[in-house]
């Protein structure tokens, strides 16, 4: 006589966010402060179904934006709820760190286009104890960058040019990564700029615009080595989106304001 084998559906457990296994991986990544390009393709998904995930998370969670979104995970994770298959090692965020990016945020809520470039460099500044920040972007047909914002020390800077070739953030718009170096002028030596100012730690992310093209770069400086660098470069890089919208925005009124203006100019 056969023995009957009474089957049992598998079940997945749910974590107490109530987010799916997808819907937390997503998470993870986002944690670790990828963009939807790249945590499409760590997924090998379309970067249009991961923003679907996310308005799903958002929605569950009852969070607006990714800041919102790392920070009422790690608060969650920290008091005990459990994360799925998530460890909490991969979902912890520092408190301190946490700290740091609702000051910022809370600094740059409700800025005005046209101020949020000083406002995040100069929060940046105070709220991560660098001496410099500031946003680059690259000028048309030339080997030279617009330092379009620099604030030292909580105080604007006028604005300089550098040459791409020779600097880090001509580096990655080339390379499309994150720089984070020590001894910044021994990595690029013939960087001027960073010289004069007396420049020994670095650290920048890419600015990309909607069709991932690479416009510019969100970058902090000191004349000391940086500490805290993981932290640091998560926070660029949930600053980092909204930075690309805006300069995105910025180049493109720029475009049609010189639009606008050549046949006036001609005619006059």
Same mark, same amino acid.
């Given at each position: ?23 937390? &991986?997503? *998470?993870?990544? $986002? /944690? @670790?402060?990828?963009? !939807?390009? +790249?945590? %499409?393709?760590? #997924? ?23 800041? &919102?979104? *790392?920070?009422? $995970? /790690? @608060?969650?994770?920290? !008091?005990? +709820?459990? %994360?799925?298959? #998530? ?182």
């Amino acid at each position: 006589m056969k023995q009957q084998f009474e089957k049992k559906a598998i079940v997945q457990p749910r974590s107490r966010f109530n987010l799916t296994q997808r819907e937390l &991986e997503v *998470v993870g990544l $986002v /944690a @670790e402060g990828l963009s !939807s390009r +790249e945590v %499409a393709q760590r #997924l090998c998904r379309s970067p249009r179904t991961v923003e679907n995930h996310l308005r799903s998370i958002y929605q569950k969670l009852g969070v607006r934006n990714r800041v &919102e979104l *790392v920070r009422a $995970v /790690a @608060e969650r994770v920290k !008091s005990g +709820e459990h %994360a799925g298959g #998530l460890s909490g090692a991969e979902l912890e965020i520092k408190g301190r760190t946490l700290d740091l990016i609702s000051k910022i945020d809370s600094r740059i809520a409700r800025v005005e286009h046209r101020d949020y470039f000083f406002e995040l460099a100069k929060s940046l500044t105070e709220v991560l104890d660098v001496r410099w920040a500031g946003v680059t972007e690259p000028k048309l047909r030339e080997d030279m960058l617009d330092v379009i914002c620099v604030v030292e020390r909580g105080e604007i800077r006028d604005q300089v040019e550098c040459q791409a070739s020779v600097s880090p953030c001509g580096a990655i718009l080339r390379d499309e990564e994150i720089i984070v170096a020590d001894h910044v002028t021994d990595l690029f030596p013939d960087w001027e700029l960073g010289r004069e100012l007396g420049a020994r730690g670095y650290m920048g992310v890419l600015l990309v615009n909607h069709v991932g093209d690479a416009i510019g770069t969100l970058w902090i400086m000191h004349d000391e080595a940086i500490e805290d660098i993981a932290d640091y470069v998560m926070i660029l890089r949930l600053f980092g989106r909204r930075t690309s919208a805006e300069l995105a925005l910025a180049q493109l009124l720029d475009s049609v304001g010189d639009e606008a203006s050549g046949p006036t100019a001609a005619a006059e």
